[in-house]
């Protein structure tokens, strides 16, 4: 090591060469990397999609969600699996363990899907697949004024069409219209006029419209292909179809007995935009994809395109790369107000020429981490360019010490400057290398945390990693080398009348160093010196009043004086707002009521405009979405960006709470604003087969909760189903040769449909439904009065071989780990509530007495519990590992059993600084501030090693125990006090940056 630092001092060229080099390769390095809001995640999900038209909840649960699940127990990898059994469909998920590989996993997951013996018939194939990485870059409405549906749908696939050939985008989804299908509209009058069924109108249609091959004629000459080409697209073309001949000659076509007509699906999804309806294309990115330059090219198609059109405007509803951008911005300015403030505060305490080689270690360490970021798969998102910030101040800390010593051979030993170079920074090397390594070994603790918090956080970690080696090549090699060469080092500036000769700008930072070099010696000789001593003398009595500190700190976290929320809020630009109404409520009745809410959401705009600086509107826009389902509805109101605002969103959400006031007849009603990382802070999930005690432990579990005053927004997983005609054969069915699987798929082919045929028009998939006309469909007095076709051909009135009830059915059935589980969720009134004091609550009051009465319930607590959960326990497991990697290094450097372990029991008490600091700034102490844990676990951790460094070189020279600590500390109190006071002035301007979306 000796020989490459010397040659590097020696040979100044060679260090040029590699400063270029990291010049010109992070550079390049840079701008090649790509963006996204977060760090990219693989997936670690599986999704089995079922389809199986006009079946109930309970049965795609029994029929075919049970069977899969029973086949998926026991494969390797699978962490657990969550199902949803809905009307028509399911979807089970399968969780990957942390690790494992998704691919053979999914594999697995497949095999396991096709040994399931039987499926109902009638029920589409499985689709088994891994969940894409897919990301939202930028949403946008396509709307005008009395512009039809239809004709807005064929606007945006026109736009979708062109954004597809825009390289580098690939995803793009349009939403806020059902699904187009044909109807043929059966009139029952017809059908017994004509002694017809479903199935053979069905198979008429079937039969009828064909697109087919019959096979090749060869003939010596050419071949000729035998085709039938009889597909019609449209319901129009349909309305001839021959369905029956009679003996008489007489043709009956298909518009003789129905209504053919190309509608929209009759599950209702309807969107609008500040009132006028509209539909919503979402750009998505990949792993593969840049998110800014995509929401750039889609920015610039939008502009060009509203140039154009006059009967329709696209307008920007959601934008990530706008908060990427405003982040980035911040980022990089608190960045470099960090740099200057860092670069002032080395300029005080060492000489003008030191400082600025001890700053140049910033960009060069920068510069090289990027030049390997891209082969890590790091982005440019607000996660790493937080890691960024975080390490600013660490990074000139070994360039501090390094410069230090220098100076102290130079000056004080009276050294060549070559000499002076080599034997300062040798004479440290073992501290600083271990400093870094530890800073390295402790950060490294994200990789090893399961959950989104290791994945997320993983990529700070990197970012850490990178800079901090890169740093240490600076640190050893390019610093010692510029300050050998530089007029750093110069004696002359203790001669006398120097000054003089000196320019003025060099004069006037000699004066200040002067003048911040003896108030730091005063302090130091004055004030910590003796403090030291009378320490060193007093050690039990010192070291008791910093253990009662600790535990007064502990005290003040566990008695709730300083907060803790494991899981930051996450502010936004955007009030949501989602209704549901009981199952089976008309849509015209949700939209009224949602349209009711949409007008109180411009009455509070008016209110805060009026009070906003400018008189800006406070709401841009309110999309209004009906639907999926007539029971739905959601208000998505986007407000004036946060960095332009007066006002928060939680209080803007709150005015609007108040002036929709209690609206009666709702299943749920959620007022939302920004985002809960990690799912719901309260979340209590309840398992069990016994359905009758689920739903009693849930709705006493909702009082409670409804009840406590911190929470909101009280909702859960099992709303009331819609109203259900359930029925049940009488005895003369029987005799008639019918059963109940012949009624029913004769009362499902005209209520629900018998789907004759599908096939792709355009970029649609059409399904063609016969059934009854709606009106024949439109009360109960109809299914009394269907006829039902005995085997032997006669018609008899559903109502003489059946009777009904009417209850309320299940609308989802949700299931974990094959368990029936109903999920209650809330969220807490102010953001500055502790969901952990809440859950405690829960777990240690409410739920033991309500358990008393319901024995076979289990609750387990999910959302940001969960998450937490996993982040404790694998941090739990990793950090002895963690903390004993740093004790062997520390162990290698000082060759000492003993001196490590002084330094891990310091850790616990550098913990009295992250408690009060977190009280003054009045944040609660959550995951984000473990990044700064293990960033001061670094900062300590190297300061100790330079003090125990210097400790142990005077106990070589034969100096008392006491007296060589504490002329060690009178000798590192410099070095120590500018790199502490160095990573405080990095970090001070995110500090005291306005509080809002950027708090995360």
Sequence with gaps: MKKIISYFIKFPVAVNVVVIAFFAFGIIGALSMKSSFFPLVDSQLIRINLTYPGASPAEMEEGVVLKIEDNLKGIVGVERVTSVSRENTAVVNVEVEKGKNIDIVLSDVKNAVDRVPSFPSGMEPPVVAKVESIRPTISFTVSGKNVSLKSLKQYARNIENDIRGIEGISQVVLSGFPDEEIEIAVRENDLRAYNLSFTEVANAVRNSNLLITGGNIKTAEEDYLIRASNRSYYGVELQNIIVRTTQNGNIIRLKDIAKVTDTWSENPDRLFYNGNLAIDITVSNTNNEDLISSADEIKDYIYEYNQKQQNVQLAVTSDRSTTLNERTALLFKNGLSGIILVLIFLALFLNIRLAFWVAFGLPIAFLGMFMFAAQFDVTINVLSLFGMIIVIGILVDDGIVIGENIYHHYYDLGKSKIQAAIDGTMEVIPPIISAILTTIIAFSTFFFVDGRIGSFFGEVSTIVLLTLTVSLVEALIILPAHIAHSKALDRKKLEEGYEKKGSGFNNFFRKINKAADKGLSKFRDKYYVPFLTFSLKNKFFVFSIFVAVLIFSRMAVDGGVVRTAFFPRIASDRVQINLTMPQGTNEFITDSIISSIEEKVWLVNDDYTKKQTDNLQVVENVLKRVGPGSANATLTVNLLPGEARDFSSPEITNSIRQKVSKIYGVESLVFGSGGNFGGSP????????????????????????????????????????????????????????????????????????????????????????????????????????????????????????????????????????????????????????????????????????????????????EGQNRERKKTTDSVGGVSIIILGLIYIVIAFTFRSYSQPILLIILIPFSMIGVVWGHFIHDFAIGILSFLGIIALIGIMVNDGLVLIGKFNNFLKEGIKYDDALIAAGQSRFRAIFLTSLTTVAGLAPLIFEKVGKHNF
């Excluded at 082919?749 to 439904?769: L, N, S």
């Design 682 to 861: 309260v979340a209590v999930s309840l398992l069990g087969n016994n359905i009758d005690e689920l739903k009693a432990v849930k709705q006493e579990l909702k009082r409670n909760l409804e009840n406590n005053p911190l929470l909101k927004d009280v909702a859960d997983n099992d709303p009331a189903g819609i109203k259900e005609v359930r029925i049940k054969l009488k005895d003369n069915a029987y005799l008639l040769g019918l059963n109940l699987q012949s009624i029913m798929q004769q009362v499902r082919y005209g209520f629900f449909g018998f789907q004759a045929q599908r096939f792709q028009r355009g970029q649609d998939e059409i399904k063609v439904w016969v059934r009854y006309d709606k009106k024949n469909r439109s009360s109960i007095k109809d299914l009394d009065d269907m006829r039902i076709i005995a085997p032997n051909g006669t018609r008899i009135p559903f109502s003489e071989i059946a009777n009904y009830t009417i209850e309320r059915g299940d609308i989802a059935i949700n299931h974990l780990e094959g368990k029936r589980e109903i999920q209650i969720t809330a969220d807490l009134k102010e953001l500055k509530g502790s969901a952990t004091e809440i859950l405690t609550d829960i777990r240690e009051n409410i739920m033991p007495e309500i358990l008393s009465k319901y024995s076979s319930v289990t609750p387990i607590y």
